[in-house]
């Protein structure tokens, strides 16, 4: 079975300032990588995904994750925050093959205008 | 279009009481999980129905778990006797099928508090 951790429980940014939260697995076979989000008051959305091909995926809002084969990461990255990226984030995993979606203990960011 | 819905979205109850949750997903999609999500956690899975049938009920946690989806749309989560650590945000998703590439679109959950 697949696990997921996440280093950070909350970060706190101030707007423009730059994003980063980590995001390790452990599985020994093929994996498919997802970030999702769930803004306050909403349902879980989400922000990109990593199957095969470029390591360095591109989701929306510009967001933007890489993959790291040799080191089980997929960290999660954003130049410039805005208030409106206050949330919280969720890494995911599934073995190639399988629908079950194992995620992180999620990270809560607050961006303060 | 609509997304997927559940109902109820709070749903308090004593312990020992029989509650259902309802999944509503996205119409055209076959495939339908259900998560449970602590406080603090990251969801974990339960169940997966493709279809009518449950392909994958691994992550009930016992017996006291239990989930219908009859006619491949709608899906009912049961729980029997509830336990206090049965609190948690129930949710569900939905996908085109049931292969690991489609999407899983999630519902707003459903928030059981058991006292």
């Known amino acids: 079975a697949q696990s997921v951790s996440q280093h950070n429980h909350h970060v706190i940014l101030s707007e423009a300032a730059s994003l980063e939260l980590g995001c390790n697995y452990s599985y020994g076979g093929t994996v498919n990588l997802f970030w999702y989000v769930q803004y306050p008051g909403q349902h879980l959305q989400l922000l990109l995904k990593y199957f095969s091909g470029d390591p360095l995926v591109k989701g929306i809002k510009g967001f933007e994750a890489e993959f790291i084969k040799s080191k089980f990461s997929f960290n999660l990255r954003k130049p410039s925050v805005q208030w409106s990226d206050t949330a919280e984030y969720f890494c995911a995993v599934n073995a190639r093959g399988d629908y079950k979606l194992s995620f992180g203990a999620g990270t809560t960011v607050t961006v303060r205008a | 279009g609509a997304g997927v819905s559940q109902t109820p979205s709070n749903k308090v109850t004593e312990k020992g009481k029989y509650v259902e949750l309802r999944c509503d997903p996205i119409?055209?999609?076959?495939?339908l999980y259900w998560y449970r999500q602590s406080l603090g956690q990251g969801p974990e899975f339960l169940i997966y129905?493709?279809?009518?049938?449950?392909?994958?009920d691994s992550g009930l946690p016992n017996d006291r778990f239990f989930a219908v989806r009859p006619e491949g749309s709608v899906s009912t989560l049961k729980i029997q006797r509830t336990e206090r650590g049965d609190s948690a945000v129930y949710l569900c998703a939905s996908s085109l099928s049931g292969t690991s590439y489609n999407e899983q679109f999630f519902g707003p959950g459903t928030r059981l508090t058991v006292l």
């Open positions: 119409s055209g999609h076959t495939a």
């Open positions: 129905f493709q279809g009518t049938g449950a392909a994958d």
